[in-house]
T-cell receptor, first 112, second 114 residues
Framework: SQQGEEDPQALSIQEGENATMNCSYKTSINNLQWYRQNSGRGLVHLILIRSNEREKHSGRLRVTLDTSKKSSSLLITASRAADTASYFCATDQGGATNKLIFGTGTLLAVQP | NAGVTQTPKFQVLKTGQSMTLQCAQDMNHNSMYWYRQDPGMGLRLIYYSASEGTTDKGEVPNGYNVSRLNKREFSLRLESAAPSQTSVYFC?????????????FGEGSRLTVL
């Protein structure tokens, strides 16, 4: 089964509103990453948070990580129509395995 | 800088045919990955190569084989294609290192098996 499960599966908001997406995972991790995918394109990395970090910011993005609950959230503030995309979390166990396992994703639609 | 390049971008196969998806990166990355993406399933890891000379199974390896030809190239082979392998395939690469590194993705290869 997949490492990361995200909710909601789909989210529709108005421009200027905030969007929050959640990710839950099952095993211990070295870090957790968020990616964005525009329709028909490859994924693009947004932000990485390490297991010893609780919160990280990058521009309009805020990521939190709760390792005790095995969960993470991605907040996009003051959303824009251009933020419309699918967002995926990916868990990295680190070490020798060096593999990233992705969640099922959240489809975000920002209405102008 | 090309990044990660996948070929072909589109392919239609008949059941039982074989084909190879090619992937090359020019970023001197150690690790390379093959994922498949199906509607509602997110990305699932097929195979990966943590470093040149090694390959390992991911979540859904059945029906696939891989070859890490050199540091730049990582190919995915379907020996006898099945309709269940209709999907979008993504190759990705990254540096290997402590603390984690981001993945860089290709634009995908869209495969249809009839």
């Amino acid at each position: 089964s997949q490492q990361g499960e995200e909710d909601p599966q789909a989210l529709s908001i108005q421009e200027g509103e905030n969007a929050t997406m959640n990710c839950s995972y099952k095993t211990s991790i070295n870090n957790l990453q968020w990616y964005r995918q525009n329709s028909g394109r490859g994924l693009v990395h947004l932000i990485l948070i390490r297991s010893n970090e609780r919160e990280k910011h990058s521009g309009r993005l805020r990521v939190t990580l709760d390792t005790s609950k095995k969960s993470s959230s991605l907040l996009i503030t003051a959303s824009r129509a251009a933020d419309t995309a699918s967002y995926f979390c990916a868990t990295d166990q680190g070490g020798a395995t060096n593999k990233l396992i992705f969640g099922t994703g959240t489809l975000l639609a920002v209405q102008p | 800088n090309a990044g990660v390049t996948q070929t072909p971008k589109f392919q239609v196969l008949k059941t039982g045919q074989s084909m190879t998806l090619q992937c090359a990166q020019d970023m001197n990355h150690n690790s390379m990955y093959w994922y498949r993406q199906d509607p509602g399933m997110g990305l699932r890891l097929i195979y990966y190569s943590a470093s040149e000379g090694t390959t390992d199974k991911g979540e859904v390896p059945n029906g696939y084989n891989v070859s890490r030809l050199n540091k730049r190239e990582f190919s995915l082979r379907l020996e006898s294609a099945a309709p269940s392998q209709t999907s979008v395939y993504f190759c990705a690469s990254r540096l290997k290192g402590t603390g984690g590194r981001e993945l860089f993705f290709g634009e995908g290869s869209r495969l249809t098996v009839l």
